[in-house]
């Protein structure tokens, strides 16, 4: 049984061996979740510190709620949804190669 040189300097080693980093919902981080959510929850604050300073509000500031609940929800998801296992967004070649194998040299517009 032979040893690699990297597997004997791992056991020669005097730095002690570092754990493996846990990976934490497919390595992303939560910085924009987090921020998302801590900015929804103040602009609700905001629209009910104002609801309840004006009263008279209180019908026409209803939907806000529900416009800040569905942004936060949809700023969530897309930051929860995963890509593809490759990682590539274009599913193909934008640019055509089979136009630019053409003989054709491509023509300017007329001038008139």
């Known amino acids: 049984m032979t040893a690699s040189g990297a597997t004997i300097n791992r056991m ?4 002690p061996p570092r754990p493996e980093p846990r990976r934490t919902f497919f390595s992303r981080r939560f910085a924009p979740l987090i921020t998302t959510w801590i900015i929804a929850v103040v602009a609700a604050a ?5 609801e309840t300073e004006m009263p008279a509000f209180h019908e026409v500031l209803l939907p806000f709620y529900a416009i800040i609940l569905t942004l936060a929800v ?8 995963r890509r593809s296992k490759g990682g590539e967004r274009r599913h193909r070649d ?7 194998e053409t003989s054709d040299p491509p023509t300017l517009p007329r001038e008139y």
């Open 94 to 100: 934008r640019r055509h190669t089979d136009r630019r």
């Open 46 to 50: 905001l629209v009910y510190w104002f």
């Open 12 to 15: 020669t080693s005097t730095e």
């Open 74 to 81: 949809f700023s969530s998801w897309r930051w929860i949804r």
